[in-house]
């Protein structure tokens, strides 16, 4: 998908639009995770550390509140206090008491760190909720992936914040077979 930084009345979005995408994925896939992606963030509205939904264009095209900041993965390691990722783990936390897993936290562009060292979150297409059809067989992958959401935390901790415990290396090194697979 594309990420577009749009501003409209002195405020900023960022559009992400699967139009410009590869027949299969911008007439199959496209419209099928932008729906999935807008259910998420609706799911979310008001988290902390979570931008708010705008709006979906059209069925190619959702707009999502920009924030300001740069993603953790463009920060050097041990260039972020303890506290930043203190406050990340809540917001992950308060991510899944709604039922929701990010399923990409691994990947530090998907974290922002915005003013005053404030974690957020962004780009919810890899995201999974235990909520919906065959609610009861999703529970368990839930539980899984929230698992490898805090192990991303704590992995993002070690490598930017430059913090790290045996405890917490030994929490990392238990990789679930889902994460080995991605």
């Known amino acids: 998908a594309a ?11 960022i559009v992400k639009d699967y139009r410009a995408s ?12 932008i729906a999935r992606e807008e259910r998420i963030y609706l799911a979310l509205r008001g988290a902390p550390g979570v931008p708010n939904l705008i709006g979906k264009l059209d069925r190619h095209a959702l707009v999502v509140e920009f924030v300001q900041g740069r993603a953790a993965s463009e920060f050097p390691q041990g260039s972020l206090p303890l506290d930043f990722f203190e406050r990340l783990g809540a917001v992950v936390n308060g991510i899944h008491e709604r039922g929701i897993v990010h399923c990409d936290l691994k990947n530090r562009s998907n974290i922002v760190v915005g003013d005053g060292n404030e974690p957020y979150i962004v780009d919810f297409a890899s995201a999974f909720t235990y909520h919906g059809a065959l609610a009861p067989l999703r529970r368990p992958l839930f539980e899984r992936f929230r698992v ?4 991303a935390v704590i992995k993002a901790r070690i490598r930017v914040g430059g913090v790290r415990s045996e405890e917490d290396e030994q929490f990392v090194r238990q990789r679930s077979s889902a994460e080995r697979v991605v």
């Open 148 to 151: 490898d959401d805090l192990r």
């Open 3 to 13: 990420l577009l930084l749009i501003e409209d009345r002195g405020k900023r979005a």
């Open 22 to 33: 590869g027949w299969l994925l911008r007439r199959l896939f496209g419209p099928w995770l």
